[in-house]
């Protein structure tokens, strides 16, 4: 039977979350899915017990399917899966499910129909409902903000591990992606406007996962340095990405029948001019710049402060249990303020 949606499920060191998440996909899977759908737990490097557990789950469920690559990462995984699967939508999932399922058939379901080329979750649109600590919605919004300010990107949410692509346009992009961590996400998606791909919305439900061990400082310098490259590479035409699909859309849904399309600026003349990209490359390293001295004083300096006693170490909401901001917040103005902002939080 031809599979219609391959879910992929990256996974490195997740031994303790594996069987009871693929479980509980593959149920949601046979019993309120309409389409045929595979599982294929792409394992990305792991030194535990995660790949003897995943090739048991494809043992055991039909619907499951194991593979190991040698090398960590999260776009490599996903770029390597994604070119070889014969499926006609590609999605993938992170392992801890913070995203509620329900939401996978308005994800896929566009796509399967011709309407849209690329779908994605947003936690950052109205009739979404979040669970999270303010210092991951700070970082998250923040990050947002740099992209739609320092890149014109229309899409709303970059991060949340909660996509998909349909196969014909992802064999057209993938050669053009280069990274293989967590900045595959946004490259592919800035890459997808520029070709002109309707990009579709699906507000979801989503609750943070507290054992998360991402590096968050890590993360978020290789999200700017991604950043640079790209604007380098638009602004010396070492990136050239073709027009898939007419002038770039972004279809936004709001959790209703109806769909909004929105040109970016660059629809009209999808190569700008290269002084115009000069200006954004410039402009980018300069917000890398500024966070990046901001990141190391409040992270690596602050830190030694506070093993002396000052300034007092700030309280980790999310992580201490206390109640987290749900809903939306508005987003921040200038990356003038921005950077101030980021200075007086603290710990990011």
Known sequence: MKVQVDVVVPVRNEERDLVPSIQRLVTYLRESFPFTARVTIADNGSTDTTWAIATGLGRELAEVRAVHLDLPGRGRALRAIWSESDAEVLAYMDVDLSTDLNALLPLVAPLLSGHSDLAIGT???????????????????????????????????????????????????????QDTGWFFDTELLVLAERAGLRIHEVPVDWIDDLDSRVDIVGTALADLRGMARLCAGFACGTIQVPQLRGPSVTARRNGNESAQFNRLPHASSPHPGRGTEIVVLLGANMVAAVLRFVLYRTWVFGRSKRGTGWPPAQTDDGARGEPARAGPIEPFGSTVQLAAMTATTGEN
């Open 123 to 177: 936690r950052l649109a109205r009739g979404s409902r979040v669970i999270r600590g303010p210092k991951r919605e700070f970082i998250s919004r923040s990050y947002n903000v740099l992209l739609r300010t320092v890149m014109g990107a229309r899409f709303s949410d970059a991060q949340c591990g909660f996509k998909a692509i349909r196969r014909d346009q992802a064999r057209a992009l993938l050669p053009l992606t």
